[in-house]
């Protein structure tokens, strides 16, 4: 087991046998035979082998076991597979200390997340996909009004989220997987919180349109995601409140306003005014040439919506504590933390301490 822990840490860091020999100061050859159990590190070498990983001791001797399945990336290249497995090493890595918190606590905090009944079974066109999510909202009791909190939102309803800060460019926004039937969506932690939110909304997408798509959506399911995730975030009826029935032109300063109010870049309401048909394919892509033009496209102009931060975990763990489930020291290990910077946490003396979820 301690081998296996060994080998997922190392491809979590995305060191190889040799960079991860030279920061641990012990030889590749016996961090192998440490990896295929044909020999046994002793105490020194794990505290050697932690340090290298920038992982806990403990987490050696974790005894759940995740695997991933089902792994789909939302992204714009094609990944590494180094980088992809490094990835999905800190989602499991994550993902196990969530699961182990759970077995401390008396009682299921969250119910199983369910679709509901009454999303229609065969979805054939881009209205049906508008009205699904329309009708998903009002099963979540979500009304037609702005989402605060997309995390918030989804970890209540039995999807777990999680951060990644595995990659710093434009190649990753973030996966969705099934881990013991649990939906986990994980989202890049560096991106920001428009993009953030158009990610989940976007694997929620997926999530809910599984094995419904038919005709020609079934040939773009990302393209379907995306629709999902654009009526989920602003339904229709609020999209032509807020620009009206037709259009030739948007304000960028309207559109800012906007994306401030719901969470929706400016490029989200763009799309979402020529998927209305409330500007027409000329004039869309008029503005598109002009956000371009600008860099809008890369990057918008003004102050950025604030990124998405799961909540549940740290949560719960200090509920955990405060019911004398787990101990200081074992909620500092769930956290990612060393005593001490738990210690700093729980007294609230610097609230914006880093947390490895």
Do not use: C
């Not at 159990?37 to 050696?60: D, H, I």
């Not at 009682?107 to 679709?115: A, C, Q």
């Amino acid at each position: 087991m301690i081998g296996s822990r060994i080998k997922q840490a190392r491809k979590a860091s995305g060191l190889s046998l040799r960079k991860l020999a030279d920061k641990a100061g012990i030889s590749h050859m016996a961090i192998s035979k440490y990896e295929n159990e044909k020999a046994t590190p002793s105490s020194g070498v794990l505290l050697a082998l932690a340090k290298a990983m920038n992982v806990r001791a403990e987490y050696f001797f974790r005894s759940q076991s995740i695997e991933l399945k089902n792994v789909e990336y939302r992204k714009h290249h094609k990944l590494p597979k180094k980088i992809q497995q490094k990835i999905e090493g800190n989602v499991i890595e994550q993902i196990e200390r969530f699961f182990e918190l759970e077995q401390f606590l008396p009682t299921r905090p969250i119910e199983p997340f369910k679709i509901p009944r009454s999303i229609p079974a065969k979805i054939r066109n881009y209205a049906d996909i508008e009205e699904a999510a329309l009708e998903l909202r009002e099963k979540w009791d979500l009304g037609v009004n702005p989402i605060a909190e997309m995390t918030d939102m989804l970890e209540e309803r039995g999807i777990k989220v999680f951060l990644s800060d595995v990659l710093h460019d434009e190649k990753f926004d973030g996966l969705a997987v099934q881990v013991d039937g649990v939906p986990v969506i994980v989202i890049n932690r560096d991106k920001p919180g428009d993009r953030q939110r158009f990610t989940l909304a976007h694997e929620l997408g997926h999530l809910i349109l599984k094995d419904r798509l038919s005709g020609e959506l079934k040939k773009d399911v990302e393209s379907a995601a995306n629709r999902f995730a654009g009526a989920f975030l602003v339904p229709e009826s609020e999209v032509k409140k807020e620009l009206g029935e037709k259009r030739t032109w948007l304000e960028p300063k309207e559109l800012y306003v906007l994306k401030h109010a719901y969470g929706l870049s400016m490029s989200g309401w763009l799309h979402r005014a020529h998927d209305l048909k409330i500007i027409s394919s000329q004039n869309y892509q008029k503005m598109a040439a002009f956000f371009r033009s600008n860099g809008w496209h890369k990057k918008e102009p003004g102050n950025q919506i604030d990124s998405e931060k799961p909540q549940l975990f740290e949560q719960l763990v200090f509920r955990a504590l405060g019911e004398d489930i787990i101990g200081e020291s074992k909620a500092a290990e769930l956290m990612g933390l060393s005593v001490r910077d738990f210690r700093t946490l729980r007294k609230l003396d610097n609230i914006k301490t880093v947390i490895k979820q």
